[in-house]
T-cell receptor
């Protein structure tokens, strides 16, 4: 069964450094998402992406965050200057279409640790 | 914004017991999703509900979409040790009437099953 893949599984970065998290969504999916889960807390929406542009973003997704689909398969999340509070699991998800009967499928996440 | 409240927060049960957990919202959701998350992995979709009153099963799991569209429950029958994990309810929220499908998650129910 096709799945969403994320790399790396764990990223350790010094505070202030840039980090890029990578995702390969399911190949025929058109809607892409990033979510964040701080340890012990619920999953929180960051951003949705459709037709090569951001369709919605949360308050968490400030100017330090950006997303890109550089080619036909990858979907990346960049944090320009990381802060300690960016430490979390970051999940990528994708969805085939806009119909309500097409739920999102999640990758296994990247654990981001900021030192 | 829309919020989902799950109860109980955690459950400790013996193998073979049945489990029931629920999710409530102060506002209407048109779709209810139940995900399971195991350590080090992303949320995996268990059951999707699309119509008020709908009752859907997936093996030993049964979920119902409340008639008011403000609640849902998930039952697990005859629990086994591999049912251990965090169970999240989630629902898509609309942005200005469009459906880019950003998901709002509940805070999760942690299930522990003793052999």
């Amino acid at each position: 069964e096709p799945e969403v893949t994320q790399t790396p599984s764990h990223q350790v970065t010094q505070m202030g450094q840039e980090v890029i998290l990578r995702c390969v969504p399911i190949s025929n999916h058109l809607y892409f998402y990033w979510y964040r889960q701080i340890l012990g807390q619920k999953v929180e929406f960051l951003v949705s992406f459709y037709n090569n542009e951001i369709s919605e973003k949360s308050e968490i997704f400030d100017d330090q965050f950006s997303v890109e689909r550089p080619d036909g398969s990858n979907f990346t999340l960049k944090i320009r200057s990381t802060k300690l509070e960016d430490s979390a699991m970051y999940f990528c998800a994708s969805r085939r279409g806009a119909q309500a009967n097409q739920p999102q499928h999640f990758g296994d996440g990247t654990r981001l640790s900021i030192l | 914004g829309q919020q989902l409240n799950q109860s109980p927060q955690s459950m400790f049960i013996q193998e073979g017991e049945d489990v029931s957990m629920n999710c409530t919202s102060s506002s209407i959701f048109n779709t209810w999703l139940w995900y399971k998350q195991e350590p080090g992995e992303g949320p995996v979709l268990l059951i999707a509900l699309y119509k008020a009153g709908e009752l859907t099963s997936n093996g030993r799991l049964t979920a119902q979409f409340g008639i008011t569209r403000k609640d849902s429950f998930l039952n697990i029958s005859a629990s086994i040790p591999s049912d251990v994990g965090i169970y999240f309810c989630a629902g898509p929220t609309n942005a200005g009437g469009t459906s880019y499908g950003k998901l709002t998650f509940g805070q999760g129910t942690i299930l522990t099953v003793h052999p």
